[in-house]
């Protein structure tokens, strides 16, 4: 299978298993990233992803141009219309925070792919870039909408506009990634961090993941609505009530997601 999918501990670890194809995506690996991110949702054993690649050299090189063909449709059709071909991946939606693993090249449809998730983490030896506009074409698949609201309008600017690859250290640097770490290292610091969140109150973090991602689409008085309406729907949950009990008696909390 392109596409992999373990859990443990709460933790579900998503792989993209080409690494003969540095990971690319064919048709194949379109529908079973979809399909992964249907469990991740509604599978309760799960409270946090991560999304990574096999082997050593690329997170994902985007799009297989070797199996990728143009679509036999009109564009108006898949569009608009109800049959729909290969499912997009420019909306992988879930409530549930997802870690970018990024051990290598995160190329076109790979940085995109990356940029859907909630928290970057990369190898010392990662790379990225969007390089479309050197072979005639756009990052298609939410490419030059993510990009600004991750980076910022200049350096996302510089990216799109260049084509040109970018290190792990500016990736640091600009905000694209939270942090580098050595290459050995890069899965046990991901899962440390996964861990940590899967600890805390499920609904509490699909709130906060909820309100964040709404935050930046919205005005800052809709915002702050938004967050009393959650804080008030979280306010009587078991898993509130749970934390407070805990931090009296000194105890860790067991959080039921309820």
Do not use: Y
């Not at 199996?67 to 009109?74: H, I, L, R, V, W």
Request: hydrophobic share 45%; net charge neutral; proline share 5%.
């Amino acid at each position: 299978m392109p596409v992999t999918i373990d859990v443990s501990n709460f933790v579900a670890t998503v792989t993209l298993d080409r690494p003969e194809a540095m990971n690319a995506l064919d048709p194949e690996s379109v529908i079973q990233l979809n399909a992964a991110w249907e469990r991740i949702s509604a599978d309760p054993s799960i409270r946090v992803a991560l999304l990574t690649g096999a082997g050593e050299r690329a997170f994902c090189t985007g799009a297989d141009l070797k199996k990728t063909m143009p679509p036999t449709e009109g564009f108006a059709e898949l569009h608009f219309g109800s049959t729909r071909g290969t499912p997009s991946l420019a909306n992988l939606r879930t409530n549930k925070p997802v870690i970018g693993v990024i051990n290598g090249f995160a190329l076109g449809g790979g940085l995109e792919l990356a940029l859907q998730c909630d928290i970057r983490i990369a190898s010392d030896h990662a790379s990225f870039g969007l390089p479309e506009v050197c072979i005639g074409s756009i990052p298609g698949a939410g490419g030059t909408q993510r990009i600004v609201r991750a980076i910022g309008q200049s350096d996302a600017m510089l990216m799109l506009l260049t084509g040109s690859r970018i290190d792990a250290r500016e990736a640091l640097r600009i905000g694209l990634v939270s942090r580098v770490v050595e290459a050995a290292d890069l899965m046990d610091t991901a899962l440390a961090i996964a861990h940590q969140i899967a600890g805390n109150a499920p609904l509490a973090v699909s709130a906060v993941k909820r309100l964040a991602t709404l935050g930046v689409e919205t005005t800052l008085t809709l915002g702050l609505e938004l967050e009393q309406q959650s804080f008030g729907l979280l306010r009587n949950s078991e898993d509130r009530l749970e934390g407070r009990k805990a931090f009296a008696d000194k105890r860790k909390p067991v959080f039921m997601g309820k």
